[in-house]
């Protein structure tokens, strides 16, 4: 049984759809939101078994599964195709649309992510999974602000600390663990030597989770892919760099735009 997927759907204009990493939901591009409206039609969803969006217990995780929610999504929200920005795991996930359904993508954004999952964020995401079973809550929350964030970032930042204990607190990691699962086998190095998609890839050269030298190999595999690298900036960009963010993404999305009406080189 499909999901009904809980998404934050706003303002008119070039569609932009949002997606989170592994774990999370549609609020870490809260700050980003803002900065997008009016003039883009944005749609943050919970990906299955994320944030709002529950599912069966019996329900799957594969690529697939969630390509078919988006592809729902986009079906009821009226959208033949929308840029597609991924943090993370849901940069896994968008490249993995525009591999398999290139029609519904307009262009990549792709933040934080990589072509495949490699040795070190498996190692990253098991010493996660690790310190929550054998430390308790509290050591895997401090985990994972360190894992994420540039540290200066959270010395400036303390009350959001906070804010992540509180949320989760109330997390249901099921979902998580499964779909942590599959990106365990994430692989597109060979299919991305042959897409041709408008791409930008955004990373942060202090992430500790995705190396940014995954940005550069994006570059280089996809055909025409520009990189920009943010200094001084964790794992987190749509957070910590919100304006950033959303200036890159409004530019990226109107010099598209522009190319699809004519009306630009």
Avoid at 208 to 227: C, F, K, Y
Wanted: aromatic share 6%; charged share 25%.
């Amino acid at each position: 049984m499909e999901p009904e997927l809980y998404v934050r759907e706003e303002g008119q204009g070039p569609p932009v759809l949002l997606l989170h990493g592994l774990g999370g939901d549609h609020t870490v591009w809260n700050t980003v939101v803002p900065r997008l409206l009016p003039d883009h039609h944005v749609m943050a969803p919970d990906l299955r078994g994320h944030g709002r969006s529950h599912v069966e217990r019996d329900a799957t995780f594969r690529f697939s599964d969630f390509e078919s929610d988006l592809t729902k999504l986009l079906d009821t929200a009226g959208v033949d195709s929308a840029h597609v920005v991924g943090l993370s795991a849901g940069g896994f996930l968008a490249l993995q649309l525009a591999v398999d359904t290139p029609r519904r993508v307009r262009s990549l954004v792709v933040v934080g992510s990589a072509g495949h999952c490699d040795a070190h964020t498996r190692a990253v995401a098991e010493r996660w999974a690790e310190t929550f079973q054998s430390e308790g809550y509290d050591a895997y929350v401090l985990r994972l602000l360190k894992d994420l964030f540039y540290p200066d970032w959270i010395e400036g930042h303390l009350e959001f600390a906070d804010q992540i204990r509180e949320a989760r607190e109330d997390w249901d990691p099921r979902g998580a663990v499964a779909w942590g699962a599959t990106l365990k086998g994430f692989d597109l190095r060979g299919p991305l030597g042959h897409l041709v998609m408008p791409t930008l890839v955004v990373h942060g050269v202090d992430d500790q989770v995705i190396d940014p030298a995954h940005g550069r190999l994006l570059r280089q595999t996809i055909r025409g892919a520009e990189l920009k690298l943010l200094r001084d900036t964790g794992h987190m960009v749509p957070i910590e760099r919100p304006e950033e963010t959303a200036q890159l993404i409004r530019e990226w999305v109107a010099r598209i735009e522009a190319v699809r009406s004519g009306t630009g080189a």
